[in-house]
């Protein structure tokens, strides 16, 4: 089945650093692929929907100087929060969109502190 | 607008009591894809049903079932004879169809299920 591969799946780092998070389609290609972040106790909310070869669409109230994502490759693409602060610390998942017909599959998540 | 309401925000049941999880949606799409996902404590989400709007047979796999109800626009799920092993959090998504692909999922808040031994 189709598989996707988030790495790193912890981060812990200080306040003021970047962080790049990988969302891999291993096993298919994926023009689309979609960021989610997740506080703690509640819901995945969308960030930003990732397209192949073109310029990220960013949900309202998200800061796409803050949250750069590329989607170089039809199997990768990358979110990397700059400048992070501990109000950034959440769960970073994407997920990849496969063949016409097939579901999104999550990569497993990025548990992101920032001390 | 795309909405989706988990009222439940949290369960306990006895082990192998009958539970079912409410998942009530709105949407203006006619063609729309409805979801339950699991996220154990571990954190990944773990699929498991996907349901097309013009297909509203129930579905039952092995202990789990659904019922969809578009009269309702409802997606309940119900969860047989629970077990330990089921207690995570459980949520309901939905997203429209784009050019015969899903499009972005817009999640429930989720239900916290606990299954007491």
């Known amino acids: 089945g189709a598989v996707v591969s988030q790495h790193p799946s912890r981060v812990i780092c200080k306040s003021g650093t970047s962080v790049k998070i990988e969302c891999r389609s291993l096993d298919f290609q994926a023009t689309t692929m979609f960021w989610y972040r997740q506080f703690p106790k509640q819901s995945l909310m969308l960030m930003a929907t990732?397209?192949?070869?073109?310029?990220?669409?960013?949900e309202q109230g998200v800061e796409k100087d803050k949250f750069l994502i590329n989607h170089a490759s039809l199997t990768l693409s990358t979110l990397t929060v700059t400048s992070a602060h501990p109000e950034d610390s959440s769960f970073y998942i994407c997920?990849?969109?496969?063949?016409?017909?097939?579901?999104?599959?999550f990569g497993d998540g990025t548990r992101l502190s920032i001390l | 607008a795309q909405k989706v309401t988990q009222a439940q925000t949290e369960i306990s049941v006895v082990e192998k009591e009958d539970v079912t999880l409410d998942c009530v949606y709105e949407?203006?799409?006619?063609?729309?894809?409805l979801f339950w996902y699991k996220q154990p404590p571990s954190g990944e989400l773990v699929f498991l049903i996907r349901r097309n709007s013009f297909d509203e047979q129930n579905e039952i796999s092995g202990r789990y079932s659904w019922n969809f109800q578009k009269s309702t626009s409802s997606f309940n799920f119900t969860i047989t004879a629970s077990q330990v092993v089921d207690s995570a959090v459980y949520f309901c998504a939905l997203s429209a169809e784009y050019g015969n692909r899903d499009d972005k999922i817009i999640f429930g808040k989720g239900t916290r299920l606990h299954i007491l031994p």
């Open positions: 990732s397209n192949e070869g073109s310029k990220a669409t960013y």
């Open positions: 949407t203006r799409d006619t063609t729309y894809y």
């Open positions: 997920s990849a969109l496969p063949y016409r017909g097939q579901p999104q599959h």
